[in-house]
């Protein structure tokens, strides 16, 4: 009898939603997250965690500009290989920022849907959202809707990688990753003079320089060029491993959450599709930047199955 009850009022629940959402089409976790989207950084941490990243891009790319650089090719600007490398610094650091700033402030996609009383196949009810949701949609509370296509919620990105914003996502990854690696090109010299010896000096000096100068072990302009390069070299390491684990999910067309619990091997439809399905239609140029258009060949809630593809090429 309770669970009668129970699934009575399990399908009823989106019957109930839907009027509510007749007389008050405010009532939609969707609309929701477009108004908080319109107004990303209303909570105090989501505005330090945003200043805090943007500040360290525009302080690495200034301290190679300003210190790095001319260590190696002097203060004028005769050297073409040094305009070579502020061009392509600039074009890092400009897409960097965009990609950035895009993936905060685009609408992941809600995932929750008001339909009729029935469920359909594979979709749940969300008890939080109070609507039901389709495959490959969970839940943030972080962002306080469902997300279609949810992989996480990033908290450096203060929002969550989906169906809209997983292209904003891995060139933001990208950007960042390719950024650190160009600097400790760039800072090899350096980190080699000061980290050759692999003294216990030299191992606080890379992975604690406050500690380091607290003990006059690092000081002045090694102590500067110590906070520097031990943060691109560690930044390195672990930008290294978040970028390739979501290019590794992304090719593959799964997500972290399916990956972490080994389903979704049915959504591989192979990587041309994949890499649609993340960057668009435009997906063979629009990796390069993310101010090139390029519109999503779905819509989130029903998707291309490994079987569909497979049955498709045998009745060609």
């Not at 939603?17 to 976790?29: D, E, M, R």
């Not at 107004?39 to 941490?45: S, V």
């Not at 629009?286 to 258009?293: V, Y």
Request: hydrophobic share 45%; glycine share 6%; net charge positive.
């Amino acid at each position: 009898m309770i669970y009668f009850v129970s699934e009575k009022i399990r399908h009823l629940g989106p019957v109930v939603l839907g009027f509510f959402c007749f007389l008050n089409p405010a009532v939609s976790a969707h609309s929701t997250m477009e108004e908080y989207r319109k107004h990303p950084f209303k909570r105090i941490p989501d505005r330090w965690v945003f200043g805090t990243v943007v500040s360290l891009m525009i302080g690495t790319y200034l301290f190679e500009f300003f210190v790095i650089l001319p260590k190696i090719y002097g203060y004028d600007f005769t050297s073409w290989k040094k305009i070579a490398h502020i061009a392509a610094g600039t074009w890092i650091l400009v897409n960097a920022l965009a990609s950035f700033w895009k993936f905060v402030n685009v609408d992941p996609g809600a995932g929750s849907h008001v339909l009729p009383s029935i469920l359909l196949e594979g979709w749940r009810y969300c008890w939080k959202c109070e609507g039901n949701f389709p495959p490959r949609s969970y839940h943030c509370f972080q962002c306080d809707t469902c997300i279609l296509v949810r992989d996480h919620h990033c908290v450096v990105g203060i929002n969550c990688v989906g169906y809209k914003t997983r292209r904003y996502f891995m060139q933001m990854n990208f950007y960042m990753w390719f950024a650190l690696f160009y600097a400790n090109i760039l800072n090899a010299d350096f980190v080699w003079e000061l980290y050759h010896n692999f003294s216990t000096q030299s191992l606080l000096t890379m992975f604690m320089p406050i500690l380091a100068w607290i003990f006059g072990i690092a000081v002045g302009e090694t102590f500067f060029m110590a906070v520097f390069t031990s943060f691109c070299v560690i930044s390195f390491m672990y930008s290294t491993a978040v970028f390739f684990f979501h290019l590794k999910n992304t090719v593959k067309g799964r997500t972290t959450n399916e990956v972490m619990k080994k389903t979704g091997f049915m959504y591989n439809t192979g990587l041309v599709d994949n890499l649609k399905n993340a960057f668009g239609k435009n997906w063979k140029i629009a990796w390069l930047s993310p101010f090139i258009p390029s519109p999503l060949p779905g819509d989130g809630v029903s998707f291309k199955v490994k079987e569909m593809v497979q049955q498709s090429g045998k009745s060609l």
